[in-house]
């Protein structure tokens, strides 16, 4: 009986003061839950497990005394490797993690490397563009032209000539972007990418096919070349004129040369390839058949007068314009026919 009873220097009877029972008393702590707390002596209460000695169970299994700084850790032989996260590899002894970090590496060096260059040549390119924009604008400078299909454009030649010697003539279409000066090399290389500066340029200039007679419109065909670029400048608005709404749109093209001013007018635009020998056919043996040559084109045209055939029957000469149709790829050629406006006659009127 003594001992349900406090003895001398015995606190366990002071739960019992209180009116509660020593055995299930909370072990409670200052700005504690008391539900979170186990009573004392018996652990199965807060649902922990039935061995005394369960314990937190680290990821990584190396023995306590063992841990002396990552370094060491990595240099033990008898540390066991359980991390599922170590997906770099750099704690494992496994080769092929090793590899795959290596690879992955190499692969997002790779990947700003793409991009670095994917930028500096968006941004070279940029560049090339308004600097082929400044020397046409400054060439540009040099003739007084007019929207005014009926007013052609007014050159000065001698500034032109002090530029650049190799010019033979104007080319203007009202309403268009298209007014250009035009020069003759000795081939038709020189200027693909050249400019009137004798530097690399990406539009190079307008220029007329080296085999034909300067200042133009004295062969058969005059053919005049000009890059369509990718930013619209140049020639795209000829390659744009294969819609026959854009075509029926254009009345005049001039063509204007130190001894001459030629009035023109769009007799149909076909689309060929690079191969197309024929198309760079500049001379003929008669009129006649220039005008069979004609023909042939017409029935290949994607836009057209619809008078050509009239029109054709009257012809001696024409212009061509020909640049690049992106339709079918880099190799496709557009190129615009025009004939000379007969004497007397309104352009715009004569449909």
Not at 244 to 251: I, L, T, Y
Not at 297 to 319: C, F, H, K, T, W
Request: proline share 7%; charged share 25%; hydrophobic share 35%.
């Amino acid at each position: 009986m003594a001992a349900h009873f406090k003895q001398p220097g015995d606190d366990r009877g002071a739960p019992a003061r209180l009116g509660g029972n020593p055995r299930t008393h909370l072990n409670t702590r200052r700005g504690g839950d008391e539900s979170y707390h186990a009573p004392e002596g018996n652990p199965h209460a807060a649902g922990l497990p039935h061995r005394r000695d369960a314990a937190y169970i680290p990821v990584v299994s190396e023995p306590p005394a063992r841990r002396r700084g990552h370094n060491r850790r990595r240099r033990d032989r008898s540390f066991v490797e359980t991390d599922p996260y170590d997906l770099s590899g750099r704690r494992s002894r496994d080769p092929r993690k090793r590899v795959g970090r290596v690879i992955s590496v190499l692969l997002f060096v790779a990947g700003v490397t793409l991009i670095a260059a994917a930028a500096l040549t968006w941004a070279r390119n940029q560049w090339q563009y308004r600097e082929q924009d400044r020397i046409n604008e400054e060439l540009a400078s040099h003739a007084d032209v007019s929207d005014n299909a009926a007013t052609p454009p007014q050159v000065d030649w001698e500034a032109l000539k002090a530029v650049n010697d190799e010019v033979v003539g104007w080319l203007q279409i009202p309403g268009t972007t298209v007014n250009f000066p035009v020069y003759q090399g000795p081939d038709n290389e020189k200027y693909l990418n050249t400019s009137v500066e004798d530097s690399y340029s990406l539009g190079g200039q307008v220029f007329m096919d080296y085999e034909n007679t300067p200042p133009g419109m004295v062969d058969g065909q005059t053919l005049v070349y000009g890059h369509h670029l990718r930013n619209g400048a140049m020639f795209k608005p000829i390659a744009d004129l294969a819609d026959q709404e854009a075509f029926d749109a254009v009345s005049t093209v001039w063509y204007v040369t130190e001894e001459a001013t030629y009035e023109l007018e769009p007799l149909l635009l076909y689309e060929t390839d690079a191969d197309d020998a024929d198309a760079r056919r500049l001379t003929f043996g008669s009129v006649e058949e220039l005008r069979s040559y004609l023909t042939d084109l017409l029935a290949r045209a994607e836009a057209r007068r619809p008078d050509a055939a009239e029109l054709i029957a009257g012809a001696s000469n024409v212009l061509t314009l020909c640049t690049c149709s992106y339709e079918s790829g880099d190799t496709g050629r557009a190129l615009l026919v025009c004939v000379p406006v007969p004497a007397g006659t309104d352009p715009a009127t004569s449909d």
